[in-house]
């Protein structure tokens, strides 16, 4: 499997892990109660009494209507974590429901009174039947092209801000090891490389290239991370890539991307560049980017060799704090305090910043200003999170 085929993979499924299991978990144990009431205390031997016959029937009911609401449940999961916020009560819903299986577990534990149980189950199956209109209005909200217009508006702010905030970031980048045993289709280790650093999107354009849009991502590293420094023999380092090399982007809730030990789960974005080269820093005759979107392309291992991969999270302040908690002398060294005198109405979100990202690369490949182009230009753009 190529480095592409997983990462998309696990960027979709790490989203839909905590529900999915959570639900089969719960929807598991609870058919085991009824299976165990119906083998501990109906006898074979006998016709099976009315009851015996409704609790069968319930139970089958529950286990089907809880399978088809399963990719449901997935869809809602991975639009809310695309920054779907107005399917954030749907998914809400999906919790409760959860909650509300695990209640019958813990109430049909070791029941022997089969009027009980049948009042339980059907309630439970009364729940899942009211839930399910409303899921299904949710879902039909959902475009899989659909442009966030918040994202939108506030990428629009950012990318022509007189006084640009940046986005404060932990940056890692990937290499091929065997250290690890390997955890999936892929043996990949990720390596820190600055735990702290301001990133920005700027548009630099080259003098006479006749071109107005020319944007980089600027990350420069800041010292204040609460690590130890030393100013004498090391030096704040810097990292500046062209959109153009821009290749795909990769935006999952769960940091299990990451395949890092011991790392809280935090929303991660990965981004894959193709190799600097002096044909890929020039700028590019037609568009670099196709907008047709493929989610199997003919990538082979051999990624490492004409692409880098890096990963971002959102600097984890608690992390610093603790450090500095610890009584070490720190030599901080450099710190711009980029970002923090540059206050925004919302929050520097990974999701905000792909969506800048996206808005830059469409400046820069078309030679227009955003607020010039076609909704069907917006969109082509704005609508995926793979590029190529």
């Given at each position: 499997?190529?480095?592409?085929?997983?990462?998309?993979?696990?960027?979709?499924?790490t989203?839909?892990?905590?529900?999915?299991?959570?639900?089969?978990h719960?929807?598991?144990?609870?058919?085991?109660n009824?299976?165990?009431?119906?083998?501990?205390?109906?006898?074979?031997?006998q016709?099976?009494?009315?009851?015996?016959?409704?609790?069968?029937?319930?139970?089958?009911?529950?286990?089907?209507?809880?399978?088809?609401?399963?990719?449901a449940?997935?869809?809602?999961?991975?639009?809310?974590?695309?920054g779907?916020?107005?399917?954030?009560?749907?998914?809400?819903?999906?919790t409760?429901?959860?909650?509300?299986?695990?209640?019958?577990?813990?109430?049909?534990k070791?029941?022997?009174?089969?009027?009980?149980?049948?009042?339980?189950?059907?309630?439970?199956?009364a729940?899942?039947?009211d839930?399910?209109?409303?899921?299904?209005?949710?879902?039909?909200?959902?475009?899989?092209?659909?442009?966030?217009?918040?994202?939108?508006?506030?990428?629009?702010?950012?990318?022509?801000?007189?006084?640009?905030?940046?986005?404060?970031?932990?940056?890692?980048?990937?290499?091929?090891?065997?250290?690890?045993?390997?955890?999936?289709?892929?043996?990949?280790?990720?390596?820190e490389?600055?735990?702290?650093a301001?990133l920005?999107?700027?548009?630099?354009?080259?003098?006479?290239?006749?071109?107005?849009?020319?944007?980089?991502?600027?990350?420069?590293?800041?010292?204040?991370?609460?690590?130890?420094?030393?100013?004498?023999?090391?030096?704040?380092?810097s990292?500046?890539?062209?959109?153009?090399?821009?290749?795909r982007?990769?935006?999952?809730?769960?940091?299990?991307?990451?395949?890092?030990d011991n790392?809280?789960?935090?929303?991660?974005?990965?981004?894959?560049?193709?190799?600097?080269?002096?044909?890929?820093?020039?700028?590019?005759?037609?568009?670099?980017?196709?907008?047709?979107?493929?989610?199997?392309?003919?990538?082979?291992?051999?990624?490492?060799?004409?692409?880098?991969?890096?990963?971002?999270?959102?600097?984890?302040?608690s992390?610093?704090?603790?450090?500095?908690?610890?009584?070490e002398?720190?030599?901080?060294?450099?710190?711009?305090d980029?970002?923090?005198?540059?206050?925004?109405?919302?929050?520097?979100?990974?999701?905000?910043?792909?969506?800048?990202i996206?808005?830059?690369?469409?400046?820069?490949?078309?030679?227009m200003?955003?607020?010039?182009?076609?909704?069907?230009?917006?969109?082509?753009?704005?609508?995926?999170?793979?590029?190529?």
């Amino acid at each position: 499997m190529s480095l592409d085929d997983l990462f998309s993979k696990l960027a979709m499924s790490t989203v839909q892990t905590v529900s999915r299991i959570a639900i089969n978990h719960a929807t598991n144990a609870a058919i085991r109660n009824v299976t165990s009431y119906l083998v501990q205390q109906v006898n074979p031997q006998q016709p099976k009494s009315a009851p015996t016959r409704e609790i069968e029937a319930l139970q089958r009911q529950l286990d089907l209507k809880i399978k088809n609401l399963k990719p449901a449940i997935d869809k809602i999961s991975y639009s809310v974590s695309n920054g779907n916020e107005d399917l954030a009560p749907a998914l809400e819903m999906c919790t409760d429901l959860q909650l509300h299986i695990d209640s019958f577990v813990k109430d049909t534990k070791d029941i022997d009174q089969a009027d009980m149980l049948l009042l339980r189950l059907k309630q439970l199956v009364a729940y899942v039947d009211d839930t399910v209109p409303f899921l299904n209005l949710s879902l039909r909200s959902i475009d899989a092209g659909q442009v966030l217009v918040s994202k939108l508006l506030q990428a629009s702010h950012l990318l022509h801000h007189s006084d640009q905030p940046s986005f404060v970031v932990t940056l890692y980048s990937l290499f091929a090891a065997n250290a690890r045993p390997a955890s999936a289709d892929w043996d990949c280790t990720w390596k820190e490389e600055a735990r702290k650093a301001h990133l920005l999107v700027t548009n630099c354009p080259k003098k006479d290239s006749g071109q107005a849009f020319d944007y980089q991502l600027v990350l420069t590293e800041d010292w204040d991370d609460g690590l130890y420094h030393d100013e004498a023999e090391d030096k704040a380092r810097s990292w500046t890539w062209s959109v153009d090399r821009v290749d795909r982007m990769y935006y999952t809730r769960a940091s299990q991307l990451l395949n890092l030990d011991n790392q809280p789960s935090q929303p991660v974005l990965v981004v894959k560049l193709r190799k600097s080269t002096k044909e890929a820093d020039s700028p590019p005759s037609t568009p670099r980017l196709n907008v047709e979107q493929t989610n199997h392309p003919n990538v082979t291992r051999n990624d490492l060799d004409h692409f880098d991969w890096y990963a971002l999270q959102v600097y984890d302040t608690s992390s610093s704090k603790a450090s500095s908690e610890d009584g070490e002398d720190e030599a901080k060294g450099p710190n711009t305090d980029l970002g923090k005198t540059n206050v925004v109405p919302f929050p520097m979100t990974l999701l905000l910043l792909e969506s800048t990202i996206k808005l830059a690369l469409l400046e820069s490949h078309e030679q227009m200003n955003h607020l010039q182009a076609s909704d069907d230009l917006l969109s082509s753009y704005m609508g995926s999170t793979l590029h190529k």
